[in-house]
């Protein structure tokens, strides 16, 4: 986990003095693109005022760059094409002037921080050996590749805070959708022509797409948005980042903070228009909403200051879970239920909370539109500026089985997005934000997605005759007169005795196949109550199934410390925000920690076998409905060859 606390204030006089070459830069400027082609269209920005003259050419002040002129007559002048998109004014709108102090601001910014990191890795004394013309053979491949990210640096800069600054600027575009295409005008040469180039490519978009006011906010922010997306790729493959993604920096006058490549967005609400249910209106799945309740209090212990949760701190948090269960059995209810939760406690503490939920609505037959578009949703539920719950039902339907013909190029794009994100090299577990896939077919699942789930929530509706009874009462209504009898309504809903009694069932596993691991292990070596026994376990589930791997036990220990989290934050702390919540960081996560309950042998077993239960239970599905499809093909080829035979005759 990236450290969140060390923040590098950058110093308002550094921004301002960047001021007027940012001014220039918008002003007029000329760049001959080299990997991009000019779109048809896309004609030269008209003076809004005759009789000024044309703007001046921006001439690079970087000490150390000596750039052959690029010159073409036209130029281009950001400011001209920001204006020219309502030519029914003369004066600029507050729209047109607030994109353009945001591009002003932000490229202030971009230079403050390139020239940050030039300072602090040395580039700067190689720019000035470069110039004067002293630069050794040996540095010359070092110098090369700080150029290089001092460039995709000052892009994602330029394009983050751009779009920090723009976030809701105007309600009345918010609606409106534009798509750009693909960025392509990335030269890493160095900062300053990085900068012109994207900013070229910036201007011809604008003419192409920003036809009306309300389209100028979001084209400016789909080409950012396509920005941020293209740097980041090539960041993956760059070196010499470290300086730039070890810091995290901050513009106070903003409350913008600069996380390495992580976009960061202006913390704002998602309006639910969902039904919200109580916990006592779900039924059964004790142990599921147990977490859940659990996980919607978690949250709330989130540190906006510091951008961390003591709980992801101490180890008990979880990022991503999955609910499974056959139709009807309450997954939509835990749902409404949790994000009902969060919404009420985000209300008590004036905390922005999101909620989103991935659709099949996502999956688009434009290549790449679908990565794209699962992309943005996890972006919008990690914003660290918010309290975020992201949701992801029917994920069997959504998300492609890698070596499943069936499976769409579309499906397997929004795969590729999940499994990066949830456990990718880059992925930051801050604790601001949660991951629900749900699925009634949780084998069609990918394995190597399914795995990515940290936490497993079997959602399997009522079971009991009480539950049964409890549910009918509930779904009737108030609008009868028809007596209970002999029934204490909602008791067997009593979380807490009803959980330790479901925790206490997985001591022995419940699936066949793992049964047979369980008692043999046993049979051979005795109770298990060693750390090399339990290993020994591990290890006999493993030869039984080769998917339980490494990432199965990381889940399964993760899985011990949440129940070493074992308790649940009091409703007084959500109630009342100041005993609990507006806290300092390092009483919270002490506060937590002395609640905190010592891990236990029997904690491990339970553990092993709820979750090596879940994946027989899986396989077992998916080798079954393998076997019934492939029994159901050989019928049809036998019923088509005896249909044919008989044509013949």
């Given at each position: 986990?990236?450290?969140?606390?060390?923040?590098?204030?950058?110093?308002?006089?550094?921004?301002?003095?960047?001021?007027?070459?940012?001014?220039?830069?918008?002003?007029?400027?000329?760049?001959t693109?080299?990997?991009?082609?000019?779109?048809?269209?896309?004609?030269?920005a008209?003076?809004?005022?005759?009789?000024?003259?044309?703007?001046?050419?921006?001439?690079?002040?970087?000490?150390?760059?000596?750039?052959?002129?690029?010159?073409?007559?036209?130029?281009?002048?950001?400011?001209?094409?920001?204006?020219?998109?309502?030519?029914?004014?003369?004066?600029?709108?507050?729209?047109?002037?607030?994109?353009?102090?945001?591009?002003?601001?932000?490229?202030?910014?971009?230079?403050?921080?390139?020239?940050?990191?030039?300072?602090?890795?040395?580039?700067s004394?190689?720019?000035?050996?470069?110039?004067?013309?002293?630069?050794?053979?040996?540095?010359?491949?070092?110098?090369?590749?700080?150029?290089a990210?001092?460039?995709?640096?000052?892009?994602?800069?330029?394009?983050?805070?751009?779009s920090?600054?723009l976030?809701?600027?105007?309600?009345?575009?918010?609606?409106?959708?534009?798509?750009?295409?693909?960025?392509?005008?990335?030269?890493?040469?160095?900062?300053?022509?990085?900068?012109?180039?994207?900013?070229?490519?910036?201007?011809?978009?604008?003419?192409?797409?920003?036809?009306?006011?309300?389209?100028?906010?979001?084209?400016?922010?789909?080409?950012?948005?396509?920005?941020?997306?293209?740097?980041?790729?090539?960041?993956?493959?760059?070196?010499?980042?470290?300086?730039?993604?070890?810091?995290?920096?901050?513009?106070?006058?903003?409350?913008?903070?600069?996380?390495?490549?992580?976009?960061s967005?202006?913390?704002?609400?998602?309006?639910?228009?969902?039904?919200?249910?109580?916990?006592?209106?779900?039924?059964?799945?004790?142990?599921?909403?147990?977490q859940?309740?659990?996980?919607?209090?978690?949250?709330?212990?989130y540190?906006?200051?510091?951008?961390?949760?003591?709980?992801?701190?101490?180890?008990?948090?979880?990022?991503?879970?999955?609910?499974?269960?056959?139709?009807?059995?309450?997954?939509?209810?835990?749902?409404?239920?949790m994000?009902?939760?969060?919404?009420?406690?985000?209300?008590?503490?004036?905390?922005?909370?999101?909620?989103?939920?991935?659709?099949?609505?996502?999956?688009?037959?434009?290549?790449?539109k679908?990565?794209?578009?699962?992309?943005?949703?996890i972006?919008?539920?990690?914003?660290?500026?918010?309290?975020?719950f992201?949701?992801i039902?029917?994920?069997?339907?959504?998300a492609?089985?890698?070596?499943?013909?069936?499976?769409?190029?579309?499906?397997?794009?929004?795969?590729?997005?999940?499994?990066?994100?949830?456990?990718?090299?880059?992925?930051?577990?801050?604790g601001?934000?949660?991951?629900?896939?749900?699925?009634?077919?949780p084998?069609?699942?990918?394995?190597?997605?399914r795995?990515?789930?940290?936490?497993?929530?079997?959602?399997?509706?009522?079971?009991?005759?009480?539950?049964?009874i409890?549910i009918?009462?509930?779904?009737?209504?108030?609008?009868?007169?028809?007596?209970?009898?002999?029934?204490?309504?909602?008791?067997?809903?009593?979380?807490?005795?009803?959980v330790?009694?479901?925790?206490?069932?997985?001591?022995?596993?419940k699936?066949?196949?793992?049964?047979?691991?369980?008692?043999?292990?046993?049979?051979?070596?005795g109770k298990?109550?060693?750390?090399?026994?339990?290993?020994?376990?591990?290890?006999?589930?493993?030869?039984?199934?080769?998917?339980?791997?490494?990432?199965?036990?990381?889940?399964?220990?993760?899985?011990?410390?949440?129940?070493?989290?074992?308790?649940?934050?009091?409703?007084?702390?959500?109630?009342?925000?100041?005993?609990?919540?507006?806290?300092?960081?390092?009483?919270?996560?002490?506060?937590?920690?002395?609640?905190?309950?010592?891990?236990?042998v029997?904690?491990?077993?339970?553990?092993?076998?709820?979750?090596?239960?879940?994946?027989?239970?899986?396989?077992?599905?998916?080798?079954?409905i393998?076997?019934?499809?492939?029994?159901?093909?050989?019928?049809?080829?036998?019923?088509?060859?005896?249909?044919?035979?008989?044509?013949?005759?």
């Open positions: 986990m990236s450290n969140t606390s060390d923040l590098m204030e950058l110093k308002e006089e550094l921004i301002r003095e960047k001021y007027s070459a940012a001014e220039s830069l918008l002003d007029g400027f000329d760049h693109p080299r990997l991009a082609k000019p779109k048809a269209g896309a004609a030269p008209k003076e809004k005022s005759s009789g000024i003259g044309t703007r001046r050419r921006f001439r690079s002040t970087t000490p150390g760059l000596v750039t052959k002129s690029t010159a073409r007559a036209e130029g281009v002048h950001i400011i001209n094409r920001v204006q020219e998109n309502d030519d029914s004014e003369v004066l600029m709108s507050p729209m047109q002037a607030n994109v353009l102090h945001s591009l002003r601001r932000a490229l202030a910014v971009s230079m403050v921080v390139a020239d940050q990191f030039a300072d602090h890795t040395g580039l004394q190689l720019l000035k050996d470069n110039l004067e013309g002293g630069l050794a053979a040996s540095r010359k491949s070092e110098f090369t590749e700080l150029l990210a001092s460039s995709v640096i000052s892009l994602h800069v330029f394009a983050n805070m751009t920090f600054l976030a809701n600027a105007h309600a009345d575009a918010s609606d409106v959708k534009v798509e750009v295409g693909e960025v392509e005008e990335v030269l890493t040469d160095n900062a300053h022509l990085a900068l012109t180039g994207t900013l070229w490519e910036l201007d011809q978009d604008l003419a192409i797409f920003a036809t009306s006011q309300d389209k100028l906010i979001p084209t400016v922010t789909a080409f950012l948005e396509q920005l941020m997306e293209k740097v980041a790729l090539r960041a993956s493959n760059m070196a010499r980042l470290d300086a730039f993604t070890s810091v995290n920096y901050r513009v106070e006058e903003d409350d913008f903070q600069i996380n390495g490549f992580t976009p967005a202006r913390g704002n609400s998602t309006k639910l228009t969902m039904t919200f249910k109580k916990p006592n209106e779900v039924v059964g799945n004790h142990i599921a909403k147990y859940a309740m659990k996980l919607s209090k978690m949250l709330m212990a540190d906006f200051d510091r951008k961390l949760n003591p709980f992801a701190d101490l180890g008990g948090f979880i990022f991503t879970f999955m609910g499974d269960g056959a139709p009807g059995t309450g997954k939509t209810t835990l749902i409404q239920m994000a009902g939760m969060i919404s009420e406690y985000c209300n008590h503490a004036g905390y922005p909370f999101k909620f989103q939920n991935l659709s099949t609505d996502s999956i688009d037959s434009y290549q790449g679908s990565g794209q578009n699962a992309k943005a949703f972006n919008n539920i990690i914003d660290p500026n918010v309290i975020g992201g949701t039902d029917d994920i069997d339907q959504l492609g089985k890698r070596g499943d013909r069936q499976s769409s190029a579309g499906q397997l794009e929004i795969t590729a997005v999940l499994m990066e994100s949830f456990a990718g090299a880059n992925t930051v577990v801050r601001n934000c949660t991951f629900g896939m749900f699925s009634n077919y084998e069609n699942v990918d394995d190597a997605l795995q990515r789930a940290g936490a497993r929530f079997l959602v399997d509706g009522p079971q009991t005759r009480e539950d049964y409890d009918l009462h509930l779904l009737m209504g108030k609008n009868h007169s028809i007596p209970t009898g002999k029934h204490e309504l909602f008791a067997a809903q009593q979380i807490k005795k009803a330790s009694d479901s925790y206490e069932s997985y001591s022995r596993p699936e066949e196949g793992l049964v047979k691991v369980f008692d043999t292990v046993s049979k051979k070596i298990l109550d060693t750390i090399a026994k339990l290993g020994t376990y591990l290890k006999g589930i493993q030869e039984a199934d080769e998917r339980f791997t490494g990432r199965a036990i990381k889940n399964i220990t993760d899985a011990v410390k949440v129940r070493a989290m074992d308790f649940e934050l009091p409703d007084e702390w959500m109630e009342k925000p100041d005993l609990f919540l507006f806290k300092d960081y390092d009483i919270k996560r002490k506060m937590i920690a002395d609640m905190a309950k010592p891990i236990t029997e904690m491990v077993i339970q553990e092993i076998n709820r979750y090596a239960d879940s994946e027989f239970r899986y396989a077992d599905k998916s080798d079954e393998a076997i019934e499809n492939m029994v159901r093909d050989y019928g049809l080829q036998e019923e088509a060859k005896k249909r044919y035979v008989k044509g013949k005759g």
